[in-house]
């Protein structure tokens, strides 16, 4: 990608770990050409801000600056970062309730500053959060989605890879659902090359193929790295800038994300993740894939948890 994007300008909500990463990463990638980093820490989004622009030009010539949210207006997407980050040991629900207050005092304002802005919600709990942006604005199904799986199908392609010994980009599966525990991997559509991933690994010999293993891998991975770190960045930076490529060049990419689920396996009125199709207004089209009738109840599961959550908590 050159530096010819046009005038795109992408805000970002939060510039804490991954505000600031997913900012670094447009500006190396030269995604677009004005970045607006936002945060209650005026002094914080301006330093990163000023980090940033100061190495602009070994990279792609790209504005970076602080502002306030009225400042959203005019941009072509909105990165939601906003919140509390997950601790050591804390689950993505623990965080629901403290994050949503944030997001029905912030996001009515953004969304009034730029109602016609693409939003992708990376804060979370993800899919609560994306669920609660589509109930405190008018912003429509279609231009609000959260990162969801993304991540967590692109960590189990890596893993299936690394057990087969091929690139992940020749791996084709999933992760749909909650993005957390009750994550389902639907293993009827999962291939390589175009053949089924156990006709494959049998025919390949690749005998050591444990799916409970994956899904745990799968599940844990950004705990571990908590674990390890403290906090995850570098991969959900570059699971975004894919998303906001994707949105900019209008390139009808699938992508496992989370949006508002209707009339879909059985499933009503709640965010999380399956297949849909990224281009220049969002969500262009949802994929719907035939699943096994054990797999639609694991999704149905996935959905129920989320939707016992949304009960619980004031919007």
Same mark, same amino acid.
């Given at each position: 990608?050159?530096?010819?994007?046009?005038?795109?300008?992408?805000?970002?909500?939060?510039?804490?770990?991954?505000?600031?990463?997913?900012?670094?990463?447009?500006?190396?990638?030269?995604?677009?050409?004005?970045?607006?980093?936002?945060?209650?820490?005026?002094?914080?989004?301006?330093?990163?801000?000023?980090?940033?622009?100061?190495?602009? $030009?070994?990279?792609?010539?790209?504005?970076?600056?602080?502002?306030?949210?009225? !400042?959203?207006? !005019?941009?072509?997407?909105?990165?939601?970062?906003?919140?509390?980050?997950?601790?050591?040991?804390?689950?993505?629900?623990?965080?629901?309730? #403290?994050?949503?207050?944030?997001?029905? *005092?912030?996001?009515?304002?953004?969304?009034?500053?730029?109602?016609?802005?693409?939003?992708?919600?990376?804060?979370?709990?993800?899919?609560?959060?994306?669920?609660?942006?589509?109930?405190?604005?008018?912003? $429509?199904?279609?231009?609000?989605?959260?990162?969801?799986?993304?991540?967590?199908?692109?960590?189990?392609?890596?893993?299936?890879?690394?057990? @087969?010994?091929?690139?992940? $980009?020749?791996?084709? &599966?999933?992760?749909?659902?909650?993005?957390?525990?009750?994550?389902?991997?639907?293993?009827?559509?999962?291939?390589?090359?175009?053949?089924?991933?156990?006709?494959?690994?049998?025919? /390949?010999?690749?005998? !050591?193929?444990?799916?409970?293993?994956?899904?745990?891998?799968?599940?844990? #991975?950004?705990?571990?790295?908590?674990?390890?770190?403290?906090?995850?960045?570098?991969?959900? &930076?570059?699971?975004?800038?894919?998303?906001?490529?994707?949105?900019?060049?209008? &390139?009808?990419?699938?992508?496992?994300?989370?949006?508002?689920?209707?009339?879909?396996?059985?499933?009503? !009125?709640?965010?999380?993740?399956?297949? #849909?199709?990224?281009?220049?207004?969002?969500?262009?089209?949802?994929?719907?894939?035939?699943?096994?009738?054990? *797999? @639609? #109840?694991?999704? /149905?599961?996935? &959905?129920?948890?989320?939707?016992?959550?949304?009960?619980?908590?004031?919007?």
């Amino acid at each position: 990608m050159g530096d010819n994007k046009g005038e795109k300008k992408i805000t970002i909500l939060g510039a804490g770990n991954v505000g600031a990463t997913v900012a670094y990463t447009f500006a190396v990638a030269g995604t677009c050409s004005d970045i607006v980093l936002i945060d209650i820490n005026k002094e914080k989004a301006k330093g990163e801000a000023m980090d940033i622009r100061q190495g602009v $030009s070994f990279s792609h010539n790209i504005e970076v600056v602080d502002g306030t949210y009225d !400042d959203a207006a !005019d941009s072509d997407i909105i990165i939601v970062t906003l919140g509390l980050a997950r601790k050591p040991g804390q689950t993505r629900i623990d965080l629901a309730q #403290a994050n949503v207050n944030i997001i029905k *005092e912030v996001m009515p304002r953004v969304a009034k500053a730029a109602p016609d802005a693409i939003y992708v919600v990376v804060s979370n709990p993800v899919d609560i959060i994306t669920y609660t942006i589509l109930k405190c604005t008018d912003l $429509s199904p279609q231009q609000v989605f959260g990162s969801g799986t993304a991540l967590d199908t692109s960590r189990l392609r890596s893993s299936i890879a690394d057990h @087969v010994g091929l690139s992940p $980009s020749s791996i084709h &599966a999933y992760v749909f659902g909650e993005h957390g525990d009750t994550s389902m991997i639907p293993w009827s559509i999962t291939n390589i090359a175009g053949i089924d991933m156990e006709e494959y690994c049998e025919a /390949q010999e690749h005998h !050591d193929i444990n799916k409970e293993e994956i899904i745990d891998e799968v599940r844990k #991975a950004g705990g571990e790295v908590i674990k390890r770190k403290g906090a995850t960045f570098y991969a959900i &930076a570059l699971t975004v800038n894919k998303i906001c490529d994707n949105i900019l060049r209008d &390139a009808n990419n699938i992508m496992t994300v989370s949006t508002l689920i209707n009339d879909r396996y059985g499933i009503n !009125d709640v965010c999380l993740s399956l297949p #849909a199709v990224i281009g220049g207004h969002g969500i262009e089209r949802e994929i719907t894939p035939t699943l096994t009738d054990e *797999e @639609v #109840a694991k999704l /149905q599961e996935s &959905a129920n948890a989320l939707r016992s959550v949304i009960d619980q908590l004031e919007f």
